[in-house]
Nanobody, 125 residues
Framework: QLQLVESGGGLVQPGGSLRLSCAAS????????IGWFRQAPGKEREGVLC????????NYADSVKGRFTISRDNAQNTVYLQMNSLKSEDTAVYYC??????????????????WGQGTQVTVSS
């Protein structure tokens, strides 16, 4: 019954910023760990960041460290991904996903049961 919808993607220039939103309906997100994944053409889907039910975050991609931040607003039933200093290498479809358990040491697609449809982020001049 949990449904996730991503929004906020688009075309931005290198060095720009975007904030992606993951809005949930059907269930409250209070009990879920939420992860952001991304997948570029020809690449495997990779985990980027995960946020726990308590608000702690875990980073899984060294390439975004210091530039991307995950946060959650349980009152709004929404999770965000703030993306700063964007590079062309960040171009991908970004997905949010929910898992009942905590964020783990590794971020596996199979561990997340509910997925949004993805939002395209393109970084180009």
């Amino acid at each position: 019954q949990l449904q996730l919808v991503e929004s906020g993607g688009g075309l931005v220039q290198p060095g720009g910023s975007l904030r992606l939103s993951c809005a949930a309906s059907g269930r409250t997100l209070d009990y879920y760990a939420i992860g952001w994944f991304r997948q570029a053409p020809g690449k495997e889907r990779e985990g980027v960041l995960c946020i726990s039910t308590s608000g702690g975050s875990t980073n899984y991609a060294d390439s975004v460290k210091g530039r991307f931040t995950i946060s959650r607003d349980n009152a709004q039933n929404t999770v965000y991904l703030q993306m700063n200093s964007l590079k062309s290498e960040d171009t991908a479809v970004y997905y949010c996903a929910a898992d009942y358990v905590r964020c783990k040491a590794t971020m596996r697609v199979a561990d997340f049961g509910s997925w949004g449809q993805g939002t395209q982020v393109t970084v180009s001049s």
